[in-house]
């Protein structure tokens, strides 16, 4: 049985082999093919945390960067952000919208 691809909590690429972290907070020494991020190695390692790493992926152009595994086609670092982000925002108020409170104008 083939497992489900995961997340890179960096770039947003869907197609990593291993949960970044173990469920203990160890990394899995897997390298993203998309941003070139190493778990356990970049971050423990290196000090390097996601945001970091991700903004100077960003500032180097978002280009994939492994050698050895093929850009899907299609592919669209843009849209993998946003996904991203999106998935960051509905963990933090645990999938609902935030209530937006809005204030009457006083006259």
Sequence with gaps: MKSQPHLCP?????????????REGGGSYEICPCCDFEFG??????????NTHR???????????STTRKQPRN?????????LALRATLSRVKGRPPRV????AVA
């Design 10 to 22: 960096v770039c947003g690429f869907s197609g990593l082999k291993e949960n970044p972290r173990s």
């Design 41 to 50: 190695v970049t971050d423990d390692d290196k000090g390097i945390d996601y």
């Design 55 to 65: 903004e100077a992926w960003i500032a180097k152009g978002m280009s994939w960067s």
């Design 75 to 83: 592919w669209e670092p843009g849209s993998q952000l946003a996904n």
């Design 101 to 104: 409170m809005l204030e009457a």
